[in-house]
């Protein structure tokens, strides 16, 4: 392990505003065996900026990014005291170019930004690429009668419905939350993208850290309706994934869910975060819980002039 990674450890547990998925630990989780690394910037033993990323092999060809199940990575800057705007963009300017002028030798780099890191500027002039995507956000979940009273009457009345039907249980575990995600997709002709192994390691460092739960909807035979796997940090809680049944899908389970989820993580932060979703159907869901669209950025660069060209053709092709 480098000794970057070992400050930047040190970083994590010292420093409140690096992101949930930024941690150290959660990277551990994420990464497993494959490991991860960082590129930081540091004066005067100082660390200014931050850059985890893991490094994959893909067909002989070398990739930049985050690993699965993480929301978003990037950079993340220390901006010590107050700076007027010019000072400020400068700053930036300087600490991301150093920052990524450290990376290793890459075919491709991809990552998505946090929302809160908006300049990416910086990163245009040394020939990256950027896509806007959008996550939704409820911005404050204190006050949960707030919060549901914003919901459309559709999740409301989903809600009403579901609690005549099931009884909400916290803490199921790794392996029957794993499973029901997995059968629930079989259900709909898909297969499950991660492994057991996974989603363990997250579920395990989660809960040690006290930055995650499961929360299920069971009805009197013992069927999970629904399940959610939620994560956070010391800012905002995020809906790391949900599983629905398509059997009991119009039973509202889901729906009752988000609502005890914001709930019980509103003790613990501010914001509740659903991760966003490019696919429409799902952006409507999310809209519907009455969350702030909020855009971030997903930050590519392709140096191999193979990669480019393929890329290139298939978006001749329609992106298939």
Not at 26 to 55: F, H, T
Not at 63 to 78: D, F, M, R, Y
Not at 90 to 97: C, H, P, R, T
Request: proline letters at 4%; hydrophobic letters at 40%.
């Amino acid at each position: 392990m480098s000794s970057r990674v070992d400050r930047y450890r040190v970083l994590c547990a010292e420093e409140p505003s690096i992101p949930l998925f930024s941690q150290a630990w959660w990277l551990d989780a994420a990464a497993g065996d494959r490991g991860w690394d960082v590129a930081l910037v540091e004066k005067e033993e100082q660390i200014l900026a931050s850059l985890p990323y893991v490094k994959k092999k893909r067909c002989g060809f070398t990739v930049l990014t985050q690993p699965p199940l993480t929301q978003n990575l990037g950079p993340w800057l220390s901006m010590g005291c107050d700076l007027k705007s010019s000072k400020k963009l400068a700053y930036e300017k300087d600490v991301l170019q150093e920052l990524y002028a450290q990376l290793p030798r890459y075919d491709y780099y991809v990552q998505n930004w946090h929302y809160s890191r908006i300049n990416w500027l910086p990163l245009y002039w040394m020939n990256f690429s950027q896509t806007t995507r959008y996550t939704y956000v409820l911005k404050d979940i204190s006050n949960i009668d707030s919060v549901v009273a914003n919901f459309e009457h559709s999740k409301r009345k989903n809600i009403k419905k579901s609690e005549k039907i099931v009884t909400v249980v916290f803490d199921v575990s790794a392996r029957e939350f794993y499973n029901n995600h997995e059968l629930t997709l079989r259900k709909q002709g898909q297969k499950i993208s991660y492994s057991f192994d996974l989603f363990e390691r997250l579920y395990n460092a989660g809960y040690k850290n006290n930055a995650a739960k499961t929360i299920a909807a069971f009805d009197e035979a013992g069927n999970m309706h629904a399940a959610l796997f939620v994560v956070w940090d010391k800012d905002s809680a995020y809906d790391l994934i949900s599983t629905i049944d398509p059997d009991f899908r119009t039973h509202g389970a889901a729906s009752l869910l988000v609502r005890e989820a914001v709930e019980y993580v509103s003790q613990f932060v501010n914001k509740f975060d659903f991760e966003g979703s490019m696919i429409e159907p799902v952006e409507r869901s999310f809209r519907q819980f009455g969350a702030e669209q909020i855009p971030y950025f997903s930050i590519t660069k392709t140096p191999s002039l193979i990669l480019r060209t393929a890329f290139f053709l298939r978006s001749l092709r329609g992106g298939r």
